[in-house]
T-cell receptor, first 111, second 114 residues
Framework: GDSVTQKQGQVTLSEDDFLFINCTYSTTTYPTLLWYVQYPGQGPQLLLK?????NKGISRGFEATYDKGTTSFHLQKASVQESDSAVYFCALVGGNYKPTFGKGTSLVVHP | EAAVTQSPRNKVAVTGGKVTLSCNQT?????MYWYRQDTGHGLRLIHY???????EKGDIPDGYKASRPSQENFSLILELATPSQTSVYFC?????????????FGPGTRLTVL
């Protein structure tokens, strides 16, 4: 079955630092790869989508890219703000439309 | 605006009791999902549905049942609740075969089993 590995459990940064979160995946299909963000007390919401066709997605200053060779996709932002503090999940939707989520990365940004 | 609502928002249950968590969506999505979220495990899929009358087992279905009586409603049922089922439960709707493959999540239900 499909699997997603998100190893970074917590990332602590200062404002204006560079953010990089990596996920690796395994699937036998042509997946859609997504990043979700979850703010305290809320459900996750979609941040970015990357398809294996376009290799990249951009939203709200975040950029997600995909590397077929290493079956990895990562999320980056050039300059984080305190308001970016949240939990970030990578996810994969395979051919059977059953989503698989990573364990999440808690981002803490200090002013 | 897409909307997924859950009830109750908080629930305290006793071991061995029956618990029903309800979810309603106004997105007219065919697919609906139930997840639980625990520290260190992220979001784990319990059951999902492709449409009214259908339920499918997710990755961790043991101890849970699901019911999809209509396009809008999807319930998660714990027939005999156990303390290990203490968690935050999220419902979502989505159209994974669509262009965006996005899921829309509800606000969550915090369940405590004593």
């Amino acid at each position: 079955g499909d699997s997603v590995t998100q190893k970074q459990g917590q990332v602590t940064l200062s404002e204006d630092d560079f953010l990089f979160i990596n996920c690796t995946y395994s699937t036998t299909t042509y997946p859609t790869l997504l990043w979700y963000v979850q703010y305290p007390g809320q459900g996750p919401q979609l941040l970015l989508k990357v398809t294996t066709a376009n290799n990249k997605g951009i939203s709200r200053g975040f950029e997600a890219t995909y590397d077929k060779g290493t079956t990895s996709f990562h999320l980056q932002k050039a300059s984080v703000q305190e308001s970016d503090s949240a939990v970030y999940f990578c996810a994969l939707v395979g051919g059977n439309y059953k989503p698989t989520f990573g364990k999440g990365t808690s981002l803490v940004v200090h002013p | 605006e897409a909307a997924v609502t859950q009830s109750p928002r908080n629930k305290v249950a006793v071991t061995g009791g029956k618990v029903t968590l309800s979810c309603n969506q106004t997105n007219n999505h065919n697919n609906m999902y139930w997840y639980r979220q625990d520290t260190g495990h992220g979001l784990r899929l319990i059951h999902y549905s492709y449409g009214a009358g259908s339920t499918e087992k997710g990755d961790i279905p043991d101890g849970y049942k699901a019911s999809r009586p209509s396009q809008e409603n999807f319930s998660l049922i714990l027939e005999l609740a156990t303390p290990s089922q203490t968690s935050v439960y999220f419902c979502a709707s989505g159209d994974p075969g669509g262009v965006v493959a996005e899921q829309f999540f509800g606000p969550g239900t915090r369940l405590t089993v004593l």
